[in-house]
């Protein structure tokens, strides 16, 4: 029988490389220090890594601002360093995926150079979106970025680009072949290197629509469309069916290329997830039709509430959902780009969540930190930089609360991550889940991920899809439990604070936090708890 390729069910540990391990005293992670702790990664008992951008990049925007695709940024090292991780990750059995930035570049690469140069009409500014200004010199329209402010900047002709981000990051043009030319050019390249696949940044936004239209209501639409900015779910999902920027048809046929490309590697299995935050949901699944992409992100869990009904809903449609292209889902609690999961939903609940999740058929993306239980930094606003804090004067504090460096050992901070001054600062509260804490205390956060993704590999991997036992309903105040079954195993998920006495048969394999008691033949869930039985 052939295995199911590699990505299908993985579990895929996502580094953001500035906040790793630094290794030569500057303060910033590196490819160096990720190559050195890949074994770490390993133990974890993970299946691959993603890494967040490390190429050439002013960093206006935390990597995500690329100034040549096919390059390492100084401060994480060169193309030997990229190239000696990638070897060093296959030889520990660790696949390796590169995130890919296809809806804008950065203003430093030379593409972006040669426009301001060659001025209005030339094929240089065909590249992007540059228009000329409305006869009374406002902008083409009246977009707001997605890190606020006006999504259009004025060069020194008066012409306007299009940003939907930073004024840094010109959003490309993609009904210019020569645009996807190079982006295929960028996919040999790191595929080449050896990279097993693709995290698509943005992978929703490359074709836009109605360029020159006004939107009713730009500024609703750009807080519907941030995970940080809290809103009703109505609103926001009302807001979120007009965006002309995102989701258009013409994305898709770039990812049918794209897919034949990966194909052509055919010894290899190389993959691709999008970062397709659209809506309907049903969307997201044209991304992952039989002839696109391999996986694309489900961002429900990063907001959803610690409540039995919305977590059922979340999980229940993502899951059917998918099954209609014959896809299976994917699952992340915390990115680079929201705030933690600890932080947003309490620490025990963090841990119940996981647990729960990594039963679930389908593939989950650990964010770094994650399995230390890691919260938000805390922040002076003098410490911040990302650019959705200046572009809107403070008002929106932004991601860097997640991106705070890791601690690794010792008993005063920086906690082994750097040598010298952590870009970030890491507070000295941070000693409970430094990396050398939690390894000492079988009851840590880490002892609770490593010993479930085992588990999981054990028993779950491969082992099809899922049965409700005990689903919330509508309507009732005391759903208090979630309770699948999969294969041998039985997971229950206590969302309420009080302990709950289930029917459950078998043995328990591993509970979230606390433990579970048998009463009058049945087991007693901790509250804010999860725990798997095998029958
Ligand atoms: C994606 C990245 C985010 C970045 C944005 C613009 O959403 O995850 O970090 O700021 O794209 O590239
Ligand atoms: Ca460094």
């Known amino acids: 029988m052939k295995s199911a390729p590699w990505w299908k069910e993985a579990t895929i540990y996502q580094i953001y490389p500035r906040s790793f391990v630094d290794s030569n005293g500057d303060g910033e992670g590196d490819l160096v220090g990720i190559t050195a702790n890949l074994e770490y990664v390993q133990q974890l008992g993970v299946d691959a890594i993603w890494l967040s951008p490390f190429y050439t990049s002013p960093n206006k925007d935390g990597g995500y601002d690329v100034a040549d695709p096919r390059d390492v940024d100084p401060r994480f090292g060169n193309l030997a360093d990229a190239k000696k991780l990638i070897d060093r990750a296959h030889e520990l059995g660790l696949r390796v995926i590169a995130d890919i930035v296809p809806n804008h570049f950065s203003d430093q690469h030379h593409w972006f150079q040669a426009a301001l140069k060659a001025g209005r009409g030339s094929a240089e500014r065909a590249r992007f979106h540059f228009y000329d200004a409305n006869p009374d010199g406002t902008p083409p329209n009246n977009w707001i970025s997605l890190f606020g402010g006006p999504s259009w900047s004025q060069v020194e002709d008066g012409q306007y680009y299009l940003h939907l981000f930073d004024s840094s990051q010109p959003d490309l043009n993609w009904e210019n072949p020569e645009v996807n ?53 109505q609103a926001r999902n009302a807001l979120l069916l007009t965006v002309p920027y995102f989701d258009r048809q013409g994305v898709h046929e770039i990812y049918r290329k794209w897919r034949k490309i990966f194909d052509s590697y055919t010894d290899r299995q190389i993959m691709a997830v999008a970062e397709a935050w659209v809506h309907p949901p049903v969307n997201a699944t044209r991304y992952v039709r039989a002839d696109e992409l391999h996986q694309v992100f489900n961002f429900d869990l990063l907001t959803a509430e610690f409540d039995a009904l919305v977590l059922y809903d979340v999980i229940d449609r993502s899951i059917e959902l998918n099954a ?54 805390e922040l002076e606003d003098s410490d911040r930089q990302d650019p959705s804090f200046f572009r809107t004067k403070g008002k929106v504090k932004g991601r860097d609360g997640a991106r705070v460096p890791l601690p690794w050992g010792g008993d005063s901070t920086p906690f082994g991550f750097t040598t010298g001054k952590p870009w970030l600062p890491i507070s000295q509260s941070w000693q409970e889940f430094t990396v050398e804490n939690e390894n000492q205390n079988p009851k840590s956060s880490l002892h609770l991920y490593k010993n479930a993704l085992s588990l999981r590999q054990m028993h779950l991997t491969g082992q099809g899809g899922i049965e409700w036992i005990e689903s919330p309903q509508h309507g009732s105040k005391s759903n208090a439990l979630l309770i699948y079954k999969r294969g041998d195993i039985t997971v229950l998920m206590n969302v309420s604070d009080i302990a709950q006495e289930c029917d459950v048969d078998g043995k328990l394999l591993v509970v979230s936090s606390g433990v579970v008691d048998p009463h009058n033949g049945k087991k007693v869930i901790p509250a804010r708890s999860c725990a798997w039985f095998i029958a």
């Open 181 to 233: 030319a190079d982006f295929e050019k960028t996919l040999h390249f790191w595929i080449n290197l050896g990279v097993d696949g693709f995290r698509i940044d943005v992978a929703h936004g490359l074709v836009k629509e109605d360029v020159l239209k006004n939107h009713p209501d730009p500024q609703g639409l750009s807080n519907a469309l941030r995970l940080d900015v809290a809103m009703d779910a």
């Open 324 to 377: 209609t292209v014959n896809a299976l889902p994917t699952w992340a609690l915390s990115n680079h780009d929201s705030p933690r999961v600890a932080s947003r939903i309490g620490s025990e609940q963090a841990r119940a969540l996981a647990l729960f999740v990594f039963g679930l058929p389908g593939s989950t993306y650990i964010f770094a930190g994650q399995e230390l239980g890691l919260p938000d930094g």
